[in-house]
């Protein structure tokens, strides 16, 4: 049986680090690597505090846990953002990044209201409307309205300039916001976009993203597996990592399961790493989670 971390345990584990551990962490060769000074992040810190195991998860030693109100939120009043990693005005050292997935937003955008024309460069952007039309344009010349059902992706590369606005003047658009650190630097920037067939994802895990440009759902330059799944009550699933060495987060966009012994509701995150396959059982009807396989190190 692992063995809980006392607080004790947990302030020594922060002073050594985690390097040697398989866990992400930014070294100073890594320094220019890891730097992203023009995206509303950080640079990452020489140790992976994240990845401190959460005495909350039923599984000590490789898992965290984000329940759903400890996020960090930002209210624009035009935008509302819960942050489960920390972006902007929010930061948690504990809460920087987990592997090389550093952003996940959960954004709600009021009726014609938008984020206006910005940079970014050196990141893979993907974003997943969960409700309304979103319209986006950049300066590749891609004009295009995103909408439930669809995936997003932009690999930033050498740097992109766009702009992303609720097409709608009557009602919400809520959408992720997810931004991975590539496996290339200074790649040609690229756009792409597509729509679901929803039917894959019922009572299953449909592939919406990986690194093979000729596999199912978007592709970007990293070693990473996307999942979304739509379940009834009572379904067990068990999900098989695709790289060996890679973590899964997991994000429960409705209802309720149990992953791998750990009961995650509506908008919690839970991450594990160091295993080759992942138990997962829906316990409520209409529960959806998006599960995102990434390398735990560059």
């Known amino acids: 049986m692992n063995?809980?971390?006392?607080?004790?345990?947990?302030?020594?584990?922060?002073?050594?680090g985690?390097?040697?551990?398989?866990m992400f962490v930014a070294t100073a060769s890594l320094g220019n690597t890891m730097k992203n000074e023009i995206d509303e992040i950080e640079p990452l810190e020489p140790i992976g505090y994240n990845h401190l195991p959460n005495t909350?998860?039923?599984i000590k030693d490789n898992s965290v846990i984000h329940k759903a109100d400890s996020r960090g939120k930002a209210d624009h009043g035009w935008l509302v953002s819960n942050h489960t990693?920390?972006?902007a005005n929010y930061h948690n050292p504990e809460r920087m990044h987990f592997g090389v997935l550093r952003v996940l937003n959960d954004d709600k955008?009021?009726?014609g209201r938008g984020f206006g024309t910005h940079p970014h460069d050196n990141m893979e952007i993907i974003s997943i409307?969960?409700?309304?039309?979103?319209?986006?344009?950049?300066?590749?010349g891609n004009s295009a309205i995103i909408k439930s059902g669809d995936i997003q992706v932009m690999s930033a590369g050498t740097g992109i300039m766009h702009s992303e606005f609720n097409k709608n003047n009557d009602s919400l658009v809520k959408f992720l916001q997810i931004w991975v650190y590539p496996n290339k630097r200074n790649v040609t920037p690229r756009y792409d976009q597509i729509t679901l067939e929803k039917s894959k994802g019922q009572n299953q895990f449909q592939q919406i993203l990986s690194p093979n440009a000729d596999d199912e759902g978007v592709w970007i330059h990293q070693d990473a597996w996307f999942h979304l799944g739509n379940f009834e009550n009572n379904v067990e699933i068990n999900?098989?990592?695709?790289?060996?060495?890679?973590?899964?987060?997991?994000?429960?966009?409705?209802?309720?399961?149990?992953?791998?012994?750990?009961?995650?509701?509506t908008r919690d995150g839970f991450g594990v790493w160091d295993i080759s396959d992942l138990k997962i059982k829906s316990t409520s009807e209409n529960t959806e989670i998006l599960l995102m396989e990434v390398p735990m190190m560059m």
């Not at 063995?3 to 050594?16: C, E, G, S, V, Y």
């Not at 409307?129 to 590749?140: A, I, N, T």
């Open 3 to 16: 063995k809980q971390l006392t607080d004790m345990d947990r302030k020594d584990f922060l002073k050594k």
């Open 109 to 111: 955008v009021e009726a």
């Open 239 to 265: 999900y098989k990592i695709r790289k060996k060495g890679n973590g899964v987060y997991a994000f429960i966009l409705k209802g309720s399961a149990e992953i791998e012994g750990q009961k995650v509701e």
């Open 85 to 87: 990693f920390s972006f």
């Open 18 to 22: 985690l390097l040697g551990t398989g």
């Open 129 to 140: 409307p969960l409700e309304g039309d979103l319209e986006h344009k950049d300066s590749m």
């Open 56 to 58: 909350d998860s039923k």
